[in-house]
């Protein structure tokens, strides 16, 4: 998974979160919301880093080897080339900084879980996961620039599930994403989730209305 940009689901594809989300939620009281985002951050600083690397890097460069550039001599005029060579290198580096690989290599692993953490709250609130009647929405998102698999699950439930708990649906995701099988990884993390949530909060007898939509939403 090199970038941000994974090819969107079949239809089939969603048929088959769907039908994942709709059997872990038969045991259950809680909503299931899969989310497949892009990315979470446009990490400007991570750009305008990369620029000033590659300013810095050409800038050290030209003055090591001035003799072989500058073979007369310094002289005002070139100041104007050197100046031009560095803003041309921090251009690029700018622009080599948009690249996703570029992106998780200079920017710190906990700016981009903080990128994450935001962009899954805006989801919870935008996405009505916060209104159900018992307060027991689950959003389980994935983050393809970051690499990151982010579980929020509303108020209720956090007296009722562990941290750890959640860290072993987590590990179940990222698995599949390793294996570059996306869509098996988070079925398989619908599925154990639905196995918590019977525990923590089981279906009651009679009516299990289905408040929130079984559809994965996408981002990409």
Same mark, same amino acid.
């Given at each position: 998974?090199?970038?941000?940009? #994974?090819?969107? *689901?079949?239809?089939?594809?969603?048929?088959?979160?769907?039908?994942?989300?709709?059997?872990?939620?038969? &045991?259950? /009281?809680?909503?299931?919301?899969?989310?497949?985002?892009?990315?979470?951050?446009?990490?400007?600083?991570?750009?305008?880093?990369?620029?000033?690397?590659?300013?810095?890097? %050409?800038?050290?460069?030209?003055?090591?080897?001035?003799?072989? #550039?500058?073979?007369?001599?310094?002289?005002?005029?070139? !100041?104007?080339? *050197?100046?031009?060579?560095?803003?041309?290198?921090?251009?690029?580096?700018?622009?080599?900084?948009?690249?996703? %690989?570029?992106?998780?290599?200079?920017?710190?692993?906990?700016?981009?879980?903080?990128? %994450?953490?935001?962009?899954?709250?805006?989801?919870?609130?935008?996405?009505?996961? !916060?209104?159900?009647?018992?307060?027991?929405?689950?959003?389980?998102?994935?983050?393809?620039?970051?690499? &990151?698999?982010?579980?929020?699950?509303?108020?209720?439930?956090?007296?009722?599930?562990?941290?750890? &708990?959640?860290?072993?649906?987590?590990?179940?995701?990222?698995?599949?994403?390793?294996?570059?099988?996306? %869509?098996?990884?988070?079925?398989?993390?619908?599925?154990? /989730?639905?196995?918590?949530?019977?525990?923590?909060?089981?279906?009651?007898?009679?009516? +299990?209305? +289905?408040?929130?939509?079984?559809?994965?939403?996408?981002?990409?």
């Amino acid at each position: 998974m090199a970038t941000g940009k #994974w090819p969107a *689901l079949t239809s089939q594809e969603r048929a088959r979160i769907e039908a994942a989300v709709q059997a872990a939620e038969q &045991q259950t /009281s809680a909503e299931i919301v899969p989310m497949i985002v892009a990315r979470s951050g446009l990490y400007r600083e991570t750009q305008h880093r990369a620029g000033l690397i590659l300013a810095v890097l %050409v800038l050290t460069t030209l003055l090591t080897i001035e003799t072989a #550039w500058l073979p007369w001599g310094w002289h005002a005029a070139n !100041a104007v080339w *050197l100046l031009a060579a560095t803003t041309l290198a921090y251009g690029i580096g700018v622009w080599v900084g948009t690249l996703p %690989v570029i992106i998780r290599l200079l920017t710190p692993r906990e700016r981009m879980h903080q990128k %994450v953490q935001l962009r899954a709250e805006l989801a919870f609130t935008q996405h009505g996961i !916060a209104h159900t009647t018992e307060q027991t929405g689950l959003l389980v998102m994935i983050s393809l620039l970051e690499h &990151q698999v982010y579980l929020l699950a509303d108020k209720s439930l956090v007296d009722r599930v562990s941290g750890a &708990q959640w860290q072993t649906v987590v590990a179940m995701i990222v698995e599949g994403l390793k294996a570059r099988d996306l %869509v098996g990884g988070l079925c398989r993390g619908i599925e154990a /989730s639905g196995v918590i949530l019977a525990r923590a909060c089981p279906a009651g007898k009679g009516d +299990n209305p +289905n408040e929130l939509s079984n559809e994965v939403m996408q981002d990409l």
